[in-house]
C-alpha cells in the first residue's frame, strides 16, 4: 500500500479494498487527523511513529520516539533463536533462588529455557520470541526507562508480559552489580540487535531515521563498540553450549570476526543471510 492509503484505511479502520469498494466521506475529525498527519510526514516523520505502531513477526507493535522503529531484517534474527530453541535438545537448567531485585521481589524456581534480550527498546525481540516459545523465560535489558515502558506496553498487549522480566541497565551493569556470583545461573542464548552506525554517519542519514533516538543507533566511531563489549563479556553469563545471536550491519562481519578471533571463548557458529543476501545475523557458540 502507499502511505496515504496506510493512512486512510488506519483512519477509516478499513482494509484496502475497502477504501476502494465503499463510499467514504472523512467527518471533521478525521479530516484533522489526515491533516496533522500529512503535516507530521512533511518533516519527515516515520509513518510508523505517526500511526503509533507497527507490524513485527506477525504482532502489532506500538512505538513511539522513545525506541527504534522495528525493521523487516531483525526478524531473521528472531527466526534464527525461534529455531535453534526448537532444536535445543539439552536438558534446561535449575537456576533456584533468582534475587528479588530481578524478579519482582518473588523467589522462584524457574527450570525454563532461559534467554537475554540486550537492548530490548520497543521489546520486539523478546515479545515475538516468548510468543512462539511458551516455555521459555526471557530477561529484557535496556539502558532507557522510557523504552522498557514501552517494550512492557508491548509485552501485556501481545500476552507474554507474565514471562518477561524488564531491567533497566546499559548492558551486563546490572547484573555485575547484583550478580558477583552469578547466583542468576546462565542463559541458553543472549541475543541483541545493539546500535552500529558510525557516529559519523548519524548526521547524513535519511530524515526519517533522525527522528529515532541516538542511543539506539549510534556505535561509537567505528560502530563496533557494543560489539566488542557484548562479545568480551557474554561467555561469564552463557551456559555451555549457549549462543549469543547479534544483528550486524552492512560490512560489518570481517570487523567483527577480528572482535572474535581477540577473545578464546566465544568461536563463530553461523553467519545468516537476509532476502538481499546481505550477511545480517552472526551466530557465536560459547563451549
Known amino acids: ?8 484505511t488506519s ?6 479494498s475497502a477504501l476502494y469498494s465503499e463510499d467514504w466521506t472523512l467527518n471533521n475529525e478525521q479530516e484533522k487527523r489526515l491533516f496533522e498527519a500529512l503535516s507530521l510526514r512533511s518533516q519527515g516523520m516515520p509513518l510508523q511513529y505517526i500511526l503509533g505502531e507497527v507490524e513485527f513477526f506477525g504482532l502489532v507493535f506500538k512505538v513511539d520516539k522513545r525506541v527504534l522503529i522495528p525493521r523487516p531484517e531483525t526478524e531473521l534474527l528472531v527466526e534464527a533463536v525461534i529455531r535453534r530453541m526448537k532444536d535445543d535438545r539439552r536438558p534446561p537448567q535449575n537456576v533456584g533462588g533468582r534475587p ?4 519482582g521481589g518473588r523467589r522462584t524456581t524457574d527450570d ?13 525481540i523478546a515479545v515475538s520470541v516468548a510468543k512462539s516459545l511458551p516455555r521459555v523465560r526471557i530477561d ?4 532507557s526507562p522510557e523504552a522498557l515502558a514501552l517494550a512492557k506496553e508491548n509485552a501485556v498487549k501481545n500476552c507474554v508480559d507474565e514471562r518477561i522480566n524488564f531491567i533497566q541497565s546499559d ?4 547484573f555485575n552489580e547484583n550478580n558477583a556470583n552469578n547466583r542468576l545461573g546462565r542463559y541458553d542464548i543472549i541475543i541483541s540487535n545493539p546500535p552500529y552506525v558510525c557516529s559519523h554517519d548519524i548526521a547524513q542519514l535519511q530524515p526519517e531515521v533522525r527522528f529515532e533516538p541516538r542511543v539506539a543507533l549510534d556505535g561509537g566511531s567505528d560502530g563496533l563498540d557494543f560489539y566488542r563489549r557484548l562479545i568480551a563479556e557474554s561467555a561469564r553469563f552463557l551456559r555451555k553450549g549457549g549462543l549469543l545471536f547479534l544483528e550486524i550491519g552492512f560490512g560489518q562481519r570481517k570487523s567483527i570476526e577480528k572482535i572474535i578471533a581477540s577473545q578464546s571463548a566465544l568461536r563463530l557458529s553461523e553467519v545468516i543471510n537476509d532476502y538481499s543476501a546481505i550477511e545480517r545475523v552472526m551466530v557465536l557458540g560459547y563451549g
Open 100 to 103: 528479588p531485585e530481578l524478579c
Open 1 to 8: 500500500m502507499t502511505e496515504k492509503e496506510i493512512l486512510l
Open 140 to 143: 529484557a535489558l535496556d539502558v
Open 112 to 124: 525454563r529455557r532461559r534467554i537475554l534480550d540486550i537492548g530490548t527498546g520497543s521489546g520486539c
Open 11 to 16: 483512519i477509516l479502520h478499513c482494509s484496502r
Open 171 to 174: 548492558l551486563f551493569f546490572v
